[in-house]
């Protein structure tokens, strides 16, 4: 009930579980803070080896080692993306998530585990010291690009619903940054990454570390083969009954798409399923859309005469979604499409 409990928490249908009692583990170790500032390549080059990229067949993101026992923090968004999260260390391993320890849908928030020990930490900061003026730097993977460091001010602390607050931060965040560290010049954590679009525009945010610091204290582990299943189950009973199927291509599909257009097909498709969802979740149908459609033109231009199987098969689904009246149809139409594609990529790559 406990699990059932937290896993509904997620989508808004209940409050919070209570932790597990038999849970009390050790503080986690903090790397201390240096006795003076340090320039963003500093702070580079002491924690980039503490930060990860995760993967699931429709996210991008980016995480961060919070304890040296496989215990990694990011968005809750990230890891709701599919049956697995893979996890990619500094150097080189991928590593499945297997539990989900702590879950915040109000602040956007996880705490996951993977089966991994002696890994280099990051050290949290005092989030509540940190004032408009004060320098910044976030470190994350936008776009797929990794190790992206980049640096600026927090513009302001934002007040939201029930005394939520954000950071406010001019450091760019853009989707696959989601889930990062945003550090002070000591080279702490006080944020968590989170790009938000509003108004047409990229406007940052960092969640403050303070909402993270009680779920690592209280973890309420789940298995995240449960974690998953749940997600999925609830997911399918609250979905607006929509007309869709998501189209089961044969592995001769990608004769004549080598591996790199492969990959490429799936980051592209993840990123725009990254940008896209949040906005249909959120009521704006019409701007996933418009993003799906963007990022499928892209990708045929980038095609180049390969992979003619999927440009096909996009290029249908693009004009029959453009035939359509209804945005939450037309977004739907094009989400099958690109959900057809990865899942034979993904069946060809299990051969």
């Not at 730097?137 to 934002?158: F, K």
């Not at 954000?166 to 990454?193: C, H, K, M, T, Y």
């Not at 004769?255 to 993840?270: E, I, S």
Request: some cysteine.
């Amino acid at each position: 009930m406990r699990a059932l409990a937290m896993t509904l928490s997620l989508l808004g249908v209940a409050s919070c579980a209570a932790p597990a009692a038999s849970v009390t583990p050790p503080a986690p170790a903090h790397t201390p803070a240096p006795p003076r500032p340090l320039t963003p390549a500093d702070i580079a080059a002491r924690s980039l080896p503490s930060i990860v990229t995760m993967r699931t067949a429709r996210t991008l993101g980016t995480g961060f080692i919070v304890r040296a026992d496989g215990w990694i923090a990011t968005n809750l968004h990230v890891v709701v993306g599919g049956p697995r999260v893979l996890v990619t260390l500094r150097d080189g391993r991928e590593l499945a998530v297997v539990e989900v320890l702590a879950a915040s849908p109000d602040h956007d928030l996880a705490l996951v585990r993977v089966e991994a020990r002696g890994l280099p930490v990051l050290a949290l900061g005092d989030s509540d010291a940190m004032r408009p003026g004060d320098p910044v730097v976030a470190i994350g993977n936008p776009m797929g690009l990794e190790d992206t460091v980049s640096n600026g001010l927090v513009s302001a602390r934002r007040k939201g619903d029930h005394g939520l607050e954000v950071l406010q931060v001019s450091a760019p965040i853009a989707p696959g940054s989601s889930g990062g560290p945003i550090f002070n010049d000591r080279g702490e954590v006080i944020g968590v990454a989170t790009a938000v679009v509003e108004g047409g525009q990229n406007l940052a945010f960092g969640m403050p570390v303070r909402y993270l610091v009680p779920m690592m204290d209280k973890p309420a582990p789940m298995a995240f083969s449960e974690f998953a299943t749940l997600i999925a189950n609830l997911r399918e009973a609250s979905a607006p009954k929509v007309r869709h199927s998501v189209p089961h291509h044969p592995l001769t599909l990608l004769d004549g798409c080598p591996q790199d257009a492969q990959r490429l097909t799936v980051k592209m498709l993840g990123e725009a399923i990254e940008a896209g969802a949040p906005l249909y979740n959120s009521g704006k149908p019409d701007a996933c859309y418009h993003v799906y459609d963007g990022a499928t033109s892209d990708l045929l231009r980038r095609y180049g005469g390969v992979c003619r199987g999927p440009a096909r098969a996009l290029g249908d689904a693009q004009r029959r979604a453009a035939s359509l009246a209804e945005p939450v149809a037309q977004a739907w139409a094009m989400r099958d499409a690109f959900d057809g594609i990865l899942d034979v990529i993904a069946r060809m790559q299990e051969q």
